[in-house]
């Protein structure tokens, strides 16, 4: 009777373990510009490593700055929101960024995971709009120049 409890024991705790890696975790501030979600990196289109609890802080100019717990460590960087998933999971909503260093682009992207009922998803929809409009204006404004004549 006794090796009945003690597998029990081990089997209950192996099945609390799975759901903790199971749960979604998700926290957001009531302007949603600081959330907590989970984000897998992404590098050269292959996942990198598992999804991990990540924080993330959007700034006043549309830039993420994303926090990942690495070991006792949390590694920050800036990342610039670039789309979103058109088939995301049940109940999710995924968006994608892409690494900033110094300004510019570069190729790690990070897949950003979070509730489809969020207080978040409208902030970065604002995001994704915003940058669409300023990428519209930039495709007119260069057409517009070279379609000018030369004075002389």
């Known amino acids: 009777m006794d090796a009945l409890w003690i597998v029990l024991f081990f089997a209950v705790m192996a099945g609390l373990w799975w759901v903790s890696y199971k749960i979604e975790p998700h926290y957001a501030s009531k302007d949603g510009k600081r959330f907590l979600c989970t984000a897998q990196e992404i590098v050269e289109g292959q996942p990198a490593g598992r999804a991990r609890e990540t924080r993330v802080m959007v700034l006043d100019d549309g830039v993420l700055h994303c926090s990942q717990k690495r070991g006792l460590r949390r590694n920050?960087?800036?990342?610039?929101?670039?789309?979103?998933?058109?088939s995301?999971?049940?109940?999710?909503?995924?968006?994608?960024?892409?690494?900033?260093?110094?300004?510019?682009?570069?190729?790690?992207?990070?897949?950003?995971?979070?509730?489809?009922?969020?207080?978040?998803?409208?902030?970065?929809?604002?995001?994704?709009?915003?940058?669409?409009?300023?990428?519209?204006?930039?495709?007119?404004?260069?057409?517009?120049?070279?379609?000018?004549?030369?004075?002389?």
Request: charged share 25%; aromatic share 2%; glycine share 6%.
């Open 88 to 152: 995301p999971p049940q109940r999710l909503q995924v968006y994608v960024a892409q690494e900033l260093l110094d300004g510019h682009a570069l190729p790690n992207q990070l897949a950003i995971r979070v509730p489809a009922k969020s207080k978040v998803i409208p902030v970065l929809e604002q995001i994704l709009a915003d940058r669409e409009v300023r990428r519209e204006r930039a495709i007119r404004g260069t057409a517009e120049s070279a379609e000018q004549p030369d004075p002389d």
């Open 76 to 86: 920050g960087s800036l990342w610039a929101l670039v789309g979103k998933s058109p």
